[in-house]
């Protein structure tokens, strides 16, 4: 268990990266996710045809396999990511000293991957929502942006809240393969390196890639249990 104490650095650094993966991926999974979720109950039938098609295909691959193509693939549509810069981002990776392209690959894969479960909670929320009050709302003249503004998803967020949730915990543990695709210093890279490399035994590496993950996931998991109990009481 000395390999604890003595890459205690190590495993701090797969730790951050992995952090940094998570919380970026998180981010755009929500964003896109909503995203797909207003084309899925958008009344517009090529709208609702791009969002089902989007769903369909990522919730039915295997993640290995949008790593793969991220990985292998992005990289022959362009010379060093460069199609992949936003200035925005760019100082945000400079900052956290991320700036690689395969960290942006496994990002976008994992990101992919990721919202169209997103999507798939949040419209579960927006079903919850009593179809009267979206009736009602179009009686008064709203539009379907403005209904879902001020109507539907104001109210679909609390049925929302607790699948998310669990969509974003599966995906911290989802994370532990972008490592093998070319992202160097996370914490299933850090466990290969250790016990292949450095020749520690694989038993107490394990322990201590296990212990980065359940930091990242019991606090989470235990936040939503709370919050399910307080929306079960406000029924």
Known sequence: ??????????????FWLTLQICVLAAIGALVLGAVVAV??????????????????????????VVLFFAAFGLPALGSNADFL???????????????????RFGLIALTLYTAAFVCEALRSGVNAVPPGQAEAARSLGLTFGQNLRHVVLPQSWKASVVPLGSVIIAMIKNSALVGFFGVVGDLAQTADQLTSAGGYAFIPVAIGISVGYLIMTVPLGALLDRLEKRQAVAR
């Open 39 to 64: 084309l899925r109950i958008s009344p517009v039938p090529p709208l609702r045809a791009v969002g089902t098609a989007y769903v369909t295909i990522f919730r039915n691959m295997p993640l290995t």
């Open 85 to 103: 810069r936003i200035p925005g981002l760019d100082s945000i990776f400079s900052r956290l000293g991320t700036d690689l392209p395969y960290f």
């Open 1 to 14: 268990m000395n390999v604890l104490i003595d890459k205690f650095d190590v495993f701090a650094g797969g």
